[in-house]
């Protein structure tokens, strides 16, 4: 049947994007692993421990306990006494420490994004052309069929899209 043969070329088409988009997601998938060096692990193990309701518990009742034991009320050796020099010391470093790690796990989000990103504008861009190839399927059968209409709208989402075109606009908004 020679009228089935557009639809299996179709068919076959949309089967080969299948498969490259499949490909393109595991190729993303593995580069987000590949750059995850064992800091990024360590990281984000840390700011995934350290974002939790029991790292506040527990803070908040290592610093109850510290202060109760520092003004005499357990009964135990002062170390640390008012105005609690070395406790301030302590939570200084801590606060260093822990700003190092979450600046470290947002630099990797922020690469991550950044290919998220690209990715999705590589998207949108074959989807426009793919878009603008249905638009002129569909007017050249309307024009097949004798249904004509001007359109100018329609002729303009006919029309290629220039990405630099876009990206010159953009840059020139933002500049302004």
């Keep these: 049947m020679p009228e089935m043969e557009p639809i299996k070329h179709t068919l076959e088409v949309k089967e080969e994007h299948k498969k ?48 109760e034991w520092n003004l005499g009320w357990l009964g135990l050796p002062i170390f640390d006494p008012f105005p609690f020099g070395l406790l301030t010391m302590v939570v200084s470093l801590e606060a260093i ?8 796990s947002q630099n990797r989000q922020s690469k991550i994004a950044d290919l998220r990103q690209q990715m999705d504008f590589e998207i949108d861009v074959r989807a426009e052309a793919e878009i603008t190839k249905i638009l002129r399927m ?12 001007t359109d100018r709208e329609l002729r303009w989402m006919e029309n290629v899209k220039d990405i630099r075109e876009i990206q010159d606009v953009i840059e020139r908004e933002s500049a302004g």
Excluded: N, P
């Excluded at 580069?31 to 064992?38: I, M, P």
């Excluded at 527990?58 to 109850?64: D, K």
């Design 20 to 67: 490259k988009a499949k490909h393109k997601a595991e190729m993303f998938k593995s580069q987000l692993k590949f750059e995850r060096h064992w800091t990024d692990k360590v990281a984000d193990f840390m700011t995934v421990q350290f974002g939790t309701v029991w790292f506040l518990i527990w803070h908040a009742g290592f610093f109850i306990g510290w202060i």
């Design 97 to 104: 420490g822990l700003a190092i790690v979450v600046l470290i």
């Design 138 to 149: 569909h007017d050249a059968l309307h024009h097949h069929l004798g249904i004509s209409k």
